[in-house]
Protein backbone atom coordinates (compact mmCIF):
# COMPACT_ATOMS: atom_id res chain seq x y z
CA UNK A 1 0.00 0.00 0.00
CA UNK A 2 3.00 2.69 0.97
CA UNK A 3 4.95 1.58 -2.03
CA UNK A 4 1.45 2.49 -4.07
CA UNK A 5 0.73 5.35 -2.70
CA UNK A 6 4.93 6.51 -2.89
CA UNK A 7 4.55 5.96 -6.79
CA UNK A 8 1.23 7.59 -7.20
CA UNK A 9 2.61 10.74 -6.12
CA UNK A 10 6.05 10.47 -7.52
CA UNK A 11 4.38 10.18 -11.27
CA UNK A 12 1.96 13.26 -10.21
CA UNK A 13 4.60 15.51 -9.14
CA UNK A 14 6.94 14.50 -12.46
CA UNK A 15 4.31 15.59 -14.40
CA UNK A 16 4.04 19.41 -12.78
CA UNK A 17 7.39 19.71 -14.12
CA UNK A 18 5.67 20.58 -17.42
CA UNK A 19 7.43 21.97 -20.89
CA UNK A 20 10.41 22.62 -19.69
CA UNK A 21 12.85 22.70 -21.94
CA UNK A 22 16.74 23.52 -22.41
CA UNK A 23 18.51 24.09 -25.48
CA UNK A 24 21.51 22.37 -26.25
CA UNK A 25 25.07 23.25 -28.33
CA UNK A 26 26.01 19.73 -29.38
CA UNK A 27 23.58 17.08 -31.28
CA UNK A 28 24.61 14.56 -29.61
CA UNK A 29 23.39 16.06 -26.24
CA UNK A 30 19.87 16.07 -27.23
CA UNK A 31 16.57 14.10 -26.48
CA UNK A 32 14.94 15.42 -29.51
CA UNK A 33 16.15 17.14 -33.08
CA UNK A 34 13.98 19.70 -33.98
CA UNK A 35 13.47 21.25 -37.09
CA UNK A 36 12.01 25.09 -36.90
CA UNK A 37 9.28 24.71 -39.94
CA UNK A 38 7.87 28.24 -41.35
CA UNK A 39 4.62 27.15 -42.10
CA UNK A 40 1.74 25.09 -39.44
CA UNK A 41 0.63 22.46 -42.34
CA UNK A 42 4.36 21.33 -42.26
CA UNK A 43 4.89 20.48 -38.40
CA UNK A 44 4.14 17.92 -36.52
CA UNK A 45 3.72 20.12 -33.49
CA UNK A 46 2.71 23.88 -33.17
CA UNK A 47 4.51 25.54 -29.72
CA UNK A 48 3.86 28.18 -27.58
CA UNK A 49 6.75 29.61 -25.95
CA UNK A 50 5.84 31.53 -22.81
CA UNK A 51 7.68 33.63 -20.19
CA UNK A 52 6.97 31.34 -17.11
CA UNK A 53 7.56 27.85 -16.23
CA UNK A 54 4.42 27.64 -14.47
CA UNK A 55 2.32 28.18 -17.79
CA UNK A 56 3.74 25.23 -19.44
CA UNK A 57 3.07 22.86 -16.44
CA UNK A 58 1.65 19.37 -17.77
CA UNK A 59 1.74 21.03 -21.03
CA UNK A 60 3.28 19.27 -24.03
CA UNK A 61 2.86 22.18 -26.09
CA UNK A 62 3.34 25.11 -23.95
CA UNK A 63 7.35 25.27 -23.37
CA UNK A 64 9.21 27.36 -21.08
CA UNK A 65 13.21 27.93 -21.72
CA UNK A 66 15.19 27.12 -18.41
CA UNK A 67 19.04 28.04 -18.52
CA UNK A 68 20.07 24.51 -16.72
CA UNK A 69 19.47 21.02 -18.05
CA UNK A 70 18.83 19.54 -14.85
CA UNK A 71 15.96 22.00 -14.79
CA UNK A 72 14.72 20.36 -17.90
CA UNK A 73 11.94 17.70 -18.83
CA UNK A 74 13.57 17.67 -22.15
CA UNK A 75 16.74 18.41 -23.84
CA UNK A 76 16.52 19.37 -27.64
CA UNK A 77 19.00 20.72 -30.67
CA UNK A 78 17.84 22.98 -33.11
CA UNK A 79 18.68 21.25 -36.95
CA UNK A 80 19.17 23.11 -39.92
CA UNK A 81 17.99 20.34 -41.59
CA UNK A 82 14.52 18.68 -41.83
CA UNK A 83 15.83 15.37 -43.11
CA UNK A 84 17.74 14.96 -39.66
CA UNK A 85 14.68 16.26 -37.30
CA UNK A 86 12.81 14.04 -35.16
CA UNK A 87 10.00 16.66 -35.00
CA UNK A 88 9.11 19.52 -37.01
CA UNK A 89 8.10 22.36 -35.24
CA UNK A 90 6.19 25.32 -35.81
CA UNK A 91 6.21 28.35 -33.08
CA UNK A 92 3.36 30.10 -32.98
CA UNK A 93 2.64 33.50 -31.04
CA UNK A 94 -0.93 32.34 -29.67
CA UNK A 95 -1.27 29.94 -26.50
CA UNK A 96 -4.71 28.60 -28.36
CA UNK A 97 -3.23 27.59 -31.17
CA UNK A 98 -0.31 24.94 -29.31
CA UNK A 99 -1.03 21.42 -30.57
CA UNK A 100 -0.18 18.13 -31.88
CA UNK A 101 -0.72 17.84 -35.20
CA UNK A 102 0.68 14.03 -35.86
CA UNK A 103 1.08 11.29 -33.58
CA UNK A 104 4.32 10.74 -32.60
CA UNK A 105 6.58 8.62 -30.36
CA UNK A 106 7.68 12.10 -28.59
CA UNK A 107 4.42 12.66 -27.01
CA UNK A 108 4.76 13.49 -23.75
CA UNK A 109 7.72 13.83 -23.23
CA UNK A 110 8.15 17.77 -23.10
CA UNK A 111 5.62 17.42 -19.83
Known amino acids: MKITVFLLLFFLSFSLFGGVIYVTKY ?4 DVLIYRTKYKSDADLIVYVTKYK ?3 TGEDTIWFYSKYKSDANATIYFTKYRSDADLQVYFTEYKSDAEWKTSSRFRGIFK
Open 27 to 30: RSDA
Open 54 to 56: SDS
